[in-house]
């Protein structure tokens, strides 16, 4: 009959753990066999006894730990050898360069900025918010004033109908912005730069013919009234266009208006011109750079997951070793437990054996010689007659 002696260990890592077999069992008849067979090497025979064992229940998990261990670990050793050289290239490769503008490299650097051109660039940029804001404002109002019942019932309407004047200013600069550098940028500039002016000389102009009739009080207003207006010749009326608008309102309006969608885009151009003077250099990030760094990214998510891997089954394989150092150890301490069992069991008989003899000669020494020789004359006799 076998007798298997199932051991366990404790798990000492979470308090109130529960006790975990691990198999095979220690084999107490093969210990009992090797103590009663004095010639060999128990203790080798033991150990090898429960290793060939253990590997029996557990060489094919053991292997496929082996297996994954090392396969894991030439992987790693190939991303490894890859994110190294990965990293010779990236280093080999600057990460940013700079900006190529009309054909040539954005690379001179430029002045920095100084008390003149910050202020030129802070007023400028006043001048086109109050040109765009007072446009808006004035055509607005003269919408409003108009009579007109769309703007009357909604006043919001006229702001988006005056909403043409920054938009206009805006196309104009667009215009300037796609025209190479050199003498084409010049010339729009100065186009722009004339259109406006004229636009502020012929508001001037109109300003001048209406300022006489501005000035006059309402007294004299009044006072310059005649019965005789109406059957005066038409000739002497104000020239109106086809709408029954005087022209010289309509030359002041449009003057206005020009002036004011020109001279802000000229502003808006000599901002970018001051900006562009003083803007730092332009640098973009290189492509290569950019995909070798990506690569070294990806490569080390991969190397943190291989590495997990690989002590995912390293730990497998420490995990068995140790199982079967401790199966080892166990059935050698029975085997040492059983001798020493053994040993003592066989003093304990040694000890009672010598007590006996020693109470038989005591025995026998407390009897007298005579009757010695009569009890052993007697004993003869029996004996012969006992033969015969």
Same mark, same amino acid.
């Given at each position: 009959?076998?007798?298997?002696?199932?051991?366990?260990?404790?798990?000492?890592?979470?308090?109130?753990?529960?006790?975990? !077999?691990?198999?095979?069992?220690? /084999?107490? +008849?093969?210990?009992? !066999?090797?103590?009663?067979?004095?010639?060999?090497?128990?203790? +080798?025979?033991?150990?090898?006894?429960?290793? $060939?064992?253990?590997?029996?229940?557990?060489?094919?998990?053991?292997? $496929?730990?082996?297996?994954?261990?090392?396969?894991?670990?030439?992987?790693?050793?190939?991303?490894?050898?890859?994110?190294?050289?990965?990293?010779?290239?990236?280093?080999?490769?600057?990460?940013?360069?700079?900006? =190529?503008?009309?054909?040539?490299?954005?690379?001179?650097?430029?002045?920095?900025?100084?008390?003149?051109?910050?202020?030129?660039?802070?007023?400028?940029?006043?001048? %086109?918010?109050?040109?765009?804001?007072?446009?808006?404002?004035?055509?607005?109002?003269?919408?409003?004033?108009?009579? *007109?019942?769309?703007?009357?019932?909604?006043?919001?309407?006229?702001?988006?109908?005056?909403?043409?004047?920054?938009?206009?200013?805006?196309?104009?600069?667009?215009?300037?912005?796609?025209?190479?550098?050199?003498?084409?940028?010049?010339?729009?500039?100065?186009?722009?730069?004339?259109?406006?002016?004229?636009?502020?000389?012929?508001?001037?102009?109109?300003?001048?013919?209406?300022?006489? =009739?501005?000035?006059?009080? %309402?007294?004299?207003?009044?006072?310059?009234? =005649?019965?005789?207006?109406?059957?005066?010749?038409?000739?002497?009326?104000?020239?109106? &266009? *086809?709408?029954?608008?005087?022209? %010289?309102?309509?030359? =002041?309006?449009?003057?206005?208006?020009?002036?004011?969608?020109?001279?802000? $885009?000229?502003?808006?151009?000599?901002?970018?011109?001051?900006?562009?003077? /003083?803007?730092?250099?332009?640098?973009?990030? !290189?492509?290569?750079?950019?995909?070798?760094?990506?690569?070294?990214?990806?490569?080390?998510?991969?190397?943190?997951?291989?590495?997990?891997?690989?002590?995912?089954?390293?730990?497998?394989?420490?995990?068995?070793?140790?199982?079967?150092?401790?199966?080892?150890?166990?059935?050698?301490?029975?085997?040492?437990?059983?001798?020493?069992?053994?040993?003592?069991?066989?003093?304990?008989?040694?000890?009672?054996?010598?007590?006996?003899?020693?109470?038989?000669?005591?025995?026998?020494?407390?009897?007298?010689?005579? !009757?010695?020789?009569?009890? $052993?004359?007697?004993?003869?006799?029996?004996?012969?007659? &006992?033969?015969?």
């Amino acid at each position: 009959m076998l007798c298997l002696i199932p051991w366990r260990f404790m798990s000492t890592t979470v308090p109130g753990s529960k006790t975990e !077999n691990i198999t095979p069992a220690v /084999h107490l +008849e093969f210990i009992q !066999n090797q103590l009663e067979n004095p010639q060999g090497s128990a203790p +080798e025979e033991i150990e090898g006894y429960h290793r $060939a064992l253990f590997l029996h229940h557990h060489a094919v998990e053991w292997e $496929a730990y082996r297996q994954q261990a090392r396969t894991h670990q030439e992987k790693l050793a190939f991303l490894e050898v890859r994110l190294k050289d990965t990293q010779i290239r990236l280093s080999e490769r600057p990460q940013w360069m700079p900006v =190529t503008v009309d054909g040539r490299a954005d690379v001179e650097p430029t002045s920095p900025w100084n008390l003149w051109d910050r202020s030129m660039f802070a007023l400028c940029a006043l001048g %086109i918010l109050g040109l765009i804001t007072f446009g808006v404002l004035n055509i607005s109002f003269n919408l409003l004033e108009s009579g *007109f019942v769309t703007f009357r019932e909604n006043p919001f309407r006229s702001y988006l109908w005056a909403a043409l004047l920054p938009v206009g200013a805006l196309a104009v600069k667009v215009g300037w912005d796609c025209l190479p550098e050199g003498r084409p940028r010049v010339a729009y500039l100065w186009a722009c730069l004339g259109l406006g002016m004229i636009g502020v000389l012929t508001w001037v102009g109109a300003y001048a013919c209406v300022y006489p =009739t501005l000035s006059k009080g %309402i007294n004299e207003q009044i006072a310059s009234l =005649t019965v005789f207006d109406a059957a005066a010749a038409p000739s002497a009326g104000p020239r109106v &266009n *086809f709408a029954g608008a005087k022209w %010289i309102d309509v030359v =002041t309006v449009a003057g206005q208006a020009i002036a004011e969608i020109f001279l802000s $885009a000229v502003l808006g151009m000599y901002l970018t011109t001051l900006y562009a003077r /003083h803007r730092p250099v332009r640098l973009a990030q !290189n492509p290569a750079f950019a995909q070798f760094d990506e690569d070294r990214r990806r490569l080390e998510e991969e190397i943190t997951r291989e590495r997990s891997r690989l002590g995912e089954a390293s730990g497998h394989l420490v995990q068995l070793e140790n199982q079967l150092a401790a199966l080892v150890a166990y059935g050698k301490s029975m085997f040492h437990r059983e001798a020493a069992k053994r040993q003592d069991q066989s003093e304990k008989r040694q000890v009672i054996l010598d007590q006996l003899s020693d109470h038989l000669r005591n025995h026998l020494d407390a009897i007298p010689p005579a !009757n010695r020789l009569a009890s $052993a004359s007697a004993g003869a006799q029996l004996g012969g007659k &006992n033969g015969a």
